[in-house]
């Protein structure tokens, strides 16, 4: 099942918001798309919707791919078995 790498992507978020001297609301200001509540979730592994993940990608320089990971989550799917009635049939 396809996912996005929230930690991977806020470790990125904040080197990328230090590296330029950011404040969430500077980023935003900075970078048309972005506003500082999509940034601060980003930066607290939230999820964030696709079009968000776009455009921080594209104000970082990241590649969008980069997040993407396959994970194999295991279902509790348990199936209980057919078994007698406890009571009669009714009977017509």
């Known amino acids: 099942m396809p996912d996005i790498d929230r930690d991977k ?48 990608c594209r104000a970082m320089g990241a590649e969008p791919m980069g997040y993407l990971v396959l994970v194999d989550r295991v279902r509790n799917q348990a199936v209980t078995a057919i078994g007698k009635r406890e009571t009669a049939r009714a009977r017509p």
């Open 9 to 56: 992507l806020a470790a990125d978020t904040a080197c990328w918001l230090e590296a330029n001297g950011y404040s969430t609301r500077s980023a935003a200001a900075a970078h048309p798309g972005l506003n500082p509540a999509m940034i601060s979730r980003a930066c607290t592994a939230q999820v964030l919707s696709a079009a968000s993940l776009l455009a921080l």
